[in-house]
């Protein structure tokens, strides 16, 4: 498996396809619109208008009892206690609901900045062991050399071949980190990126 080369000018807008994300943007319209409801119910609910067109006995009371600073007649629901709670419940509710999609955005943005890091670390750790691979495999050739003119004894030799099979190890062990942290920048994204999403954005 090949090592992924993660583009650069990755758009910020590929976290909005995270499902943690997604359910947060749900919650948050979800709240804002039993808001509304609930503003909405707090309004006189009656005709404004008669038969003919003309305004309606109802607003003509209303308007008349406010006018002499009488309670009015038309029941008006912004002075119910039960419907003021409720709203006040609706518009707590909507403020949660933008705290935890604000917390999840922060959260998804972390994520995607930890396996960056990590990635690069990654890479530059890869950088240092490929170049002590090939530095260990040139002492290598020097040592079965010297064996073949009796310099060195076998066991100079193991211990080259030894140290030879450590490195490419940790270099094999480097590339499996290097994909782990790859599918978790996926995940942080959301699904990865495609080349068109990259071009856009640029």
Do not use: C
Not at 14 to 26: H, K
């Amino acid at each position: 498996i090949d090592i992924i080369k993660v583009p650069g000018g990755l758009p910020s807008d590929l976290l909005a396809r995270r499902p943690d994300i997604l359910a947060a943007e749900y919650r948050v319209l979800q709240a804002h619109h039993l808001e509304g409801q609930a503003k909405l119910a707090k309004l006189p609910s009656f005709s404004l208008t008669g038969r003919l067109g003309s305004s309606s006995s109802n607003l003509l009371d209303l308007l008349k009892s406010f006018t002499a600073g009488l309670l009015p007649t038309v029941n008006i629901p912004i002075l119910d206690p039960s419907i003021n709670a409720r709203y006040k419940v609706s518009q707590a509710q909507a403020k949660v609901a933008r705290e935890e999609y604000r917390r999840v955005v922060i959260k998804a943005f972390e994520e995607v900045e930890n396996a960056l890091i990590n990635l690069d670390s990654r890479k530059k750790q890869r950088q240092e062991l490929a170049s002590q691979l090939a530095k260990l495999r040139i002492v290598s050739d020097q040592v079965k050399a010297q064996l073949r003119e009796g310099m060195v004894s076998q066991l100079e030799v193991f211990e080259s071949e030894r140290s030879l099979l450590s490195a490419e190890l940790a270099l094999l062990e480097n590339k499996q980190q290097i994909l782990a942290d790859t599918v978790t920048l996926y995940k942080a994204l959301g699904g990865g990126w495609s080349r068109v999403q990259v071009q856009q954005a640029r």
